[in-house]
Structures are given as C-alpha cells and as structure tokens.
C-alpha cells in the first residue's frame, strides 16, 4: 500500500530558527499533499497544503515545498515561536487514492524559549 | 457550524464487550473516514465512506464495521473489543475527495482504553 516516510522524529530548536521537517512518498499518481498540526490530546488541525501543479507556498512564516519528481515535499517553519511546539503530520492523497489521505509518522518540533 | 461532532470523549471497555462510536458532520461533505492513533504514532485509516450506503475498508479495518445510512452520520462499531483497540479514534470528513484530494477535517477525537 502507499506509505510516507517523514524525517525527523524529533526536532529540537530555539525560539527564532527556522525548522525544516521532511516527507518522501510512494504514489507517483498523488497530487494534493497537507501538513497537520496537532497539540498535545487535541485534534490533527490543517496548516497548509500544496497541490502537485504548485512547487511552493507560503503562509506567513509556514512554507511547503513540493518535487514531484523525487517525490518529497517538505515543511518549513521560520521564526519559531513556543506555541510552534507539536506534532506536525504530513499527508499524501489524491490521484488513485481520491479522499483518502495517508500519514507520515509524524514530528515531535520543541522550541526553546 | 459545529463541524465534526464525535462521542462518547472518553470509554473504557472490558474485553470481549462492544460498543459504536457516534461521529455527525453538519459540513454537508460527502466523504467521512476513521482514523485511529496509537500513542506517538501517526494516523491509521480503518474504514471511509464516499457517500450514503457506500463503505470501504481504510488500512485496518479489522475488529470494526462500519455504516453510513445518511450523509451526516458515520458510526464505528467495535466487537469483541481486544487491548490492542486501546487507541484514540478521530472520525473526520471532507468534500468530494475526488480524484484532487480535499481539506480533510478530524472532530475531537475518542479515546478509548480497553481492560
């Protein structure tokens, strides 16, 4: 079946650096690839998508980056703050998989004030 | 809106009872699906649907069924509960996923413990 493989595990920084969080997938045919926050016992919140047409987007200090062709997508977060602190999921779907939305193990990012 | 209602929050079975998770979306999406997340890890998909009547099994679906009568409702039913369904359920929905793939949005989640 498809499968994602996110890097790091864990990710560590101070308050102020940029954070980069990796995702390397299997479905050649997907086109629709999201980042999930979640907090600590909430709900898995979306906090930027990219579609396969698109090689970059930017929401204010989040930015995802997209190679089609090497198959990986990446996450970056500059300026970290405390309350970037959580588990951050990325996701493929689309194409043959339609709704559906496989998940990477996910990435626990701590910023130290 | 409330968006994606699910209960019970909290449940603690003994093995071998049964029980449904109730999921409700007021957001008018046609596709639902649950996922489960085993602690530290990431989101598992057990069963989705594409619309009213119409089910398919997700990545581990096994010891779950599934129904969806209406577009709102899609709940998970557990039999013969075992330890290892010891996990937080998140029912979620979206609009046509399609073949462009869409916003997929998670309720609360269930956390189920199972003795």
């Known amino acids: 079946g498809e499968n994602v493989e996110q890097h790091p595990s864990t990710l560590s920084v101070q308050e102020g650096d940029s954070a980069v969080i990796k995702c390397t997938y299997s479905d050649s045919a997907s086109n629709y690839f999201p980042w999930y926050k979640q907090e600590l016992g909430k709900r898995p919140q979306l906090i930027i998508d990219i579609r396969s047409n698109v090689g970059e987007k930017k929401d204010q200090r989040i930015a995802v980056t997209l190679n089609k062709t090497a198959k990986h997508f990446s996450l970056h977060i500059t300026e970290t703050q405390p309350e970037d602190s959580a588990v951050y999921f990325c996701a493929f779907g689309g194409g043959t998989s339609y709704g559906k939305l496989t998940f990477g193990q996910g990435t626990i990012l701590t910023v130290h004030p | ?115």
């Open chain 2, 1 to 115: 809106n409330a968006g994606v209602t699910q209960t019970p929050k909290f449940r603690i079975l003994k093995i071998g009872q049964s029980m449904t998770l109730q999921c409700a979306q007021d957001m008018n999406h046609n596709y639902m699906y649950w996922y489960r997340q085993d602690p530290g890890m990431g989101l598992k998909l057990i069963y989705y649907s594409v619309g009213a009547g119409i089910t398919d099994k997700g990545e581990v679906p096994n010891g779950y069924n599934v129904s969806r009568s209406t577009t709102e409702d899609f709940p998970l039913r557990l039999e013969l509960a075992a330890p290892s369904q010891t996990s937080v359920y998140f029912c979620a929905s979206s609009y046509s996923g399609g073949a462009g793939g869409n916003t997929i949005y998670f309720g609360e989640g269930s956390w189920l413990t199972v003795v």
